[in-house]
């Protein structure tokens, strides 16, 4: 298995985990971007957005409904967040396995830079 994000559900690898369910899980990214940096992903495989069919419009709300509750859990809610999906090369994606960033911490920028 060469999905580092498949690892960490089947439990292979660790991560700082928050949050776990029969389809998602919650950990903080090991390379944060922001003072809180987490990732909500599905238990199952599903490589990017681009990869997500019908089935799965419920899943992608669970996911987001995940990263809403842990905002508040957490006290960012007041100040506000962010949550990003990056979906293939321009997205800047480098994970195959679909992930949601919560982003929070600071305030920031908008719009996205072109990479340099
Ligand atoms: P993306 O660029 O949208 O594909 O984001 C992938 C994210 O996964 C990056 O922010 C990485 O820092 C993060 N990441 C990669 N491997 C791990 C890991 N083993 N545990 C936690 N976060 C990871
Ligand atoms: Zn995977």
Redesign the pocket.
Known sequence: MDC??C??VTGD?T??ELYRDEYAVA???????TPV?L?VIPRRHIASLAEVSDGEVHLLGHLQVIAAQLAEQLDLARDGYRC???CGRH??????HF?L?LLAGRAMGWPPFPRS
């Open positions: 580092p994000f690892r960490i690898d991560a700082d950990f903080r990214d090991i390379n944060p971007q940096h990732l990003v999906i990056n997205g800047g994606q480098t994970v195959h992930h960033h």
